[in-house]
């Protein structure tokens, strides 16, 4: 895939939050709203696409995907569609499915223009089957378990496009969407190590309770239940009593709700009537096999997802694209200690994993602690956590001593080996090229994502964007974000041909001598270095400088 943000008829701000939440929901929904006017403001500028144009004016948000999709060792099976319809019924999980569809869906303008959308674009349902392969058929389990509408097993479509690792601009996560309150709430544990609302089968767990919830709380109506998992209940709730003050009908068709739930329900309906009459809409989903493809193991205790991967006969890409929840090299030292593989391993790889000593598990290296150590400074040096560290060592505070020496866990390979990590994921985000020049601004405290747009002059979408974030995430002292600009100077001419150096400052050196060595201003240095004026600099200290290299 050659974009990495991609823009689909899908997306909800989704999951958000119970009543006690009422207001934060209502301001996540009102985030994402003015996201959608900018985009639709940018079209009117010509500053998208057709397509992007097209889905933000049917009320689509933008969602955040990987660079491109994650391969996992599961795959559609193509060849099932080649057989008699009664044999797909009994092989095909879509069939399965279908058989279970029961919603009324209405001959309404807003169904059929999503209906049309998705009928016009068959290669997005095929990039849809091959995310969903891995996980539909534990999916479809858990609903029938639950005995709840079958449709909603579509509504991963309409979420996320069935991609765990996708990321919307009102902070949620995972194929289920859930915003980090809700997901808390509902069971999903969110630190370090681990993101429950990313575990396909902890979220899905979480999405069942959720919408029952949804469900009792609107007296039985799914479409009030649905509309209300995208932009909160107490929205919903109010749209429906206004309606009734005004002696109206209070059926989701008749609510006034904001535009992207009102095309939300809409985008689900559709899909199912897709998939019901596949044969009159002539729609070709890639089948699915029904059958358990993958197999949820136990395995006890952390390990390290490297020797994971060996053991059960994967690359390591591929054991994280079915285990998405895990941020880090390893699994969370606390739990959830389980991993999703492809059936046909699972048996091996318990095998494999009894044959190894637990204390293989993960690589260890001895420290000899030096003055100046702390924990938190070995944790952020060996990618692990304080109270990992504590543990290992019964460590009760934080006082360590010079000369101790403490075991440390450290993952197997090299970072980098860990593509689908949090922290690799980020750097792929930040250094795709936006723009002519990358800039590097480190967060200070009371900085925010609009205060910095602000300073570089760029747009507050973007910004998030290009930093994997959400224009309402929080930022953290120290948080390393990425800038990218085609002037590097209000001053630069459009003729100008930039380069970039470092230089080291020397005795003497003051920014008007600086500047004026390279012909550039006091401002642009200030900037492009985070300095403060009423500090001096210092011998040694390195500055980034953007030169015109036809003016020097």
């Known amino acids: 895939m050659k974009k990495l943000f991609l823009l689909f008829p899908v997306i ?26 900018s985009v639709i403001k940018g079209c009117d500028a010509q500053e998208h696409d057709a397509d992007t144009c097209a889905n933000a004016q049917e009320g689509t948000i933008p969602i955040t995907h990987p660079v491109e999709d994650i391969a996992t060792p599961i795959e559609p099976k193509p060849e099932i569609s080649d057989q008699p319809e009664e044999v797909q019924e009994i092989t095909n999980l879509w069939m399965r499915i279908r058989q279970q569809l029961h919603f009324h869906v209405p001959d309404d303008r807003r169904v059929n223009v999503q209906q049309n959308w998705y009928l016009k674009h ?75 609302r990313r575990d396909v089968m902890a979220s ?46 209070t059926d989701f068709w008749s609510l006034e709700l904001p535009r992207e739930t009102r095309a939300y329900v809409p985008k689900l309906l559709a899909l199912a009537n897709i998939l019901k009459n596949a044969d009159q809409f002539n729609a070709q989903w890639l089948p699915i096999e029904n059958k358990p493809v993958t197999t949820l193991v136990h395995v006890g205790s952390q390990i390290d997802l490297a020797l994971a991967a060996d053991l059960a006969g994967l690359s390591l890409k591929e054991l994280h694209a079915l285990n998405p929840g895990y941020n880090r090299w390893a699994t969370d030292p606390k739990g959830e200690h389980t991993l999703l593989l492809p059936s046909e391993k699972a048996d091996d790889f318990v095998l494999a994993l009894n044959e190894i000593d637990d204390s293989k598990r993960l690589n260890w290296v001895r420290h000899k602690v030096k003055s100046g150590d702390s924990l938190l400074k070995l944790a952020k040096q060996y990618h692990t956590e304080v109270d990992v560290i504590r543990q290992v060592n019964e460590i009760r505070g934080n006082m360590i001593r010079a000369g101790d020496h403490l075991l440390v866990p450290v993952a197997l390979k090299s970072l980098e080996s860990y593509s689908l990590s949090e922290g690799q994921r980020l750097a792929q985000t930040q250094s795709q090229p936006r723009a002519s020049h990358k800039l590097s601004h480190t967060v200070i405290r009371g900085d925010s994502l609009w205060e910095i747009s602000r300073k570089y002059k760029v747009n507050l979408r973007s910004l998030a964007k290009w930093n994997g974030m959400a224009p309402t995430d929080p930022l953290m002292p120290g948080q390393e974000l990425v800038i990218w600009v085609n002037k590097v100077s209000p001053a630069q001419s459009d003729s100008a041909v930039m380069r970039s150096l470092t230089y080291t400052v020397r005795n003497g050196d003051s920014l008007a001598r600086i500047a004026g060595k390279f012909n550039v201003r006091i401002n642009d240095i200030e900037r492009w270095n985070q300095l403060n004026r009423s500090k001096y600099l210092q011998p040694g200290q390195k500055l980034k400088i953007y030169v015109d290299v036809t003016r020097i």
Request: charged share 25%; net charge neutral.
């Open 122 to 196: 068959p290669e997005y349902m095929d990039r849809v089957s091959k995310r969903a392969a891995p996980f539909l058929y534990l999916i479809v389990e858990e609903i029938e378990k639950q005995q709840m509408p079958m449709e909603l097993a579509l509504l991963p479509i309409v979420e996320s496009a069935f991609d765990p690792f996708a990321y919307s601009h009102g902070r949620a996560a995972g194929m289920w969407q859930f915003i980090p309150e809700t997901g808390k709430r509902f069971g999903l544990r969110q630190n370090w190590w681990y993101d429950g």
């Open 12 to 37: 909800g701000l989704s999951a958000c939050m119970s009543t006690q939440d009422i207001s934060h929901s209502e301001k996540q929904v009102e985030n994402e709203l003015e996201v959608a006017a």
């Open 204 to 249: 899905t767990r979480a999405a069942m309770a959720y919408l029952q919830y949804l469900h009792r709380f609107f007296d039985g109506d799914w479409l009030h239940a649905l509309a209300a998992y995208n932009s909160g209940e107490g929205r919903v709730q109010r749209a429906i009593r206004k309606n009734k003050r005004q002696n109206k009908p």
